[in-house]
């Protein structure tokens, strides 16, 4: 199988670990009544710290954790969670439900976040070729 495929294919295993805590977390603070904005940054950080973990060592294979990196990985999940909270509320405001609104959010995220992660955090090009 293709590098990058594999590479790709492992990224959206922890993913589907990331959003099944997301989702899960996000449920719990909506139905007890936190805003879903605010229960989208909560539910969020959460799976990125499960994203972190995961990706780094099982689907990027970088053993060794520097600030660099990990500054990197919170950078870009932070403009990923803007844009994604941006466009939950873009997606509720304009009438779709909260249901659809999440999802669509997860699936633009999840693009995003992976081309970050893996042209910014991990650097696999420069670590393949070097």
Request: proline fraction near 0%; hydrophobic fraction near 50%; include cysteine.
């Amino acid at each position: 199988m293709n590098k990058d495929l594999h590479r790709f294919l492992k990224f959206c295993t922890v993913g589907g670990l990331n959003t099944a805590l997301d989702f899960t977390v996000f449920a719990l603070l909506t139905v007890y009544g936190t805003s879903s904005v605010l229960a989208q940054v909560i539910s969020y950080s959460a799976g990125i710290c499960n994203s972190y973990i995961w990706n780094r060592t099982w689907t990027f294979r970088q053993h060794e954790t520097t600030w660099k990196d990990m500054n990197r990985f919170i950078v870009v999940n932070l403009i990923t969670l803007a844009v994604a909270s941006l466009l939950l509320a873009a997606l509720q405001h304009i009438g779709f439900s909260l249901v659809i609104s999440k999802f669509i959010t997860t699936a633009a995220g999840t693009v995003l976040n992976y081309i970050g992660t893996r042209r910014f955090v991990f650097l696999v090009e420069r670590r393949e070729k070097g």
